[in-house]
Nanobody, 125 residues
Framework: QVHLVESGGGLVQTGGSLRLSCTLS????????MAWFRQAPGEEREFVAA???????HYEDSVKGRFTISRDNANNVAYLQMNNLKPEDTAVYFC???????????????????WGQGTQVTVAS
């Protein structure tokens, strides 16, 4: 059984920062891909960032240069450091995990078989 739990969301002013954490259990983080998705009300869940077992990272264009995804394999934790936050970043952020995800599928929700419950990020204007 694979479980993921996110934390670190909250309310922040435009230009502020938040650091999200995701703790993985039931699976070896070092052999899997960790990703962050976000979903605003009435919108589809969209890809934000991913870090593969090789430690290579991938980002949605809108967050490049502002967000950083990282992983701590020893403690089975993935992070999303979010800087220079904008109101359009407001969403519920979900962490996700999957095994054997190829590059062409990295941005697809269906590629991930385990999801966290989500943590709310609200960026005030």
């Amino acid at each position: 059984q694979v479980h993921l739990v996110e934390s670190g969301g909250g309310l922040v002013q435009t230009g502020g920062s938040l650091r999200l954490s995701c703790t993985l259990s039931g699976r070896t983080l070092s052999r899997s891909t960790m990703a962050w998705f976000r979903q605003a009300p009435g919108e589809e869940r969209e890809f934000v960032a991913a870090v593969r077992w090789t430690s290579t990272t991938h980002y949605e264009d809108s967050v490049k240069g502002r967000f950083t995804i990282s992983r701590d394999n020893a403690n089975n934790v993935a992070y999303l450091q979010m800087n220079n936050l904008k109101p359009e970043d407001t969403a519920v952020y979900f962490c996700a995990n999957g095994m054997g995800i190829i590059l062409s599928s990295l941005r697809q929700r269906s590629a991930y078989d385990s999801w966290g419950q989500g943590t709310q990020v609200t960026v005030a204007s």
